[in-house]
C-alpha cells in the first residue's frame, strides 16, 4: 500500500470516530437540556435517592461532553502519528518504531475513552428511567 492510499484509509477510519463521537456528545447535550427542562418544570424533588440518579446522570453527561471531544483529538493524533511512522520507517526505523509505539498508547486510551463514554451513555439512561419512575410511580 502507498503512502497516499495508507493516509486515505486513515483519514476515512478518523471521520467514521469523529461522526461516532459527535453523535455521543449530541445525545449528551440533548439529554442535558432535557433533564434540566424537566427538573424546571417539576415541584422540588424530595426523594433523596432520586436527587442522588439525577446529580449522578447530570455529572456523567458532562463527562460524556468532555469526553467525546477528547476522543476526537486522539484520533487526529493517532492518525497523524501513524502516517508520521509510514514515512520515518524507511529513513529512521529507531523514530519509526517510537512513534509507531506512541500511536499505540494512544490508541489504547482512545479505547478506552470511547466505551467509557457509551458506557455512560447507558448508565445515564438507566439512572433516569429509575429517577423518573421513582419520583411518578411513588
Known sequence: MNEEEFEKKMEETRAGHE??????????LTILTLLFNFIKEIASIVDPLTVILIKISVWSLVAIIILSPLTNL??????????QTKREWDTNKREGVRLHNKAA???????????????????????LAIGVSRLYLN
Not at 484520533?75 to 497523524?80: A, E, L, Q, V, Y
Open 19 to 28: 461522526q461516532l463521537h459527535w453523535y455521543i456528545a449530541g445525545f449528551a
Open 74 to 83: 486522539l484520533s487526529h493524533i493517532i492518525t497523524s502519528l501513524f502516517a
Open 105 to 127: 498508547f494512544l490508541t489504547k486510551i482512545r479505547f478506552a475513552t470511547k466505551y467509557i463514554s457509551m458506557g455512560l451513555c447507558v448508565v445515564v439512561l438507566i439512572l
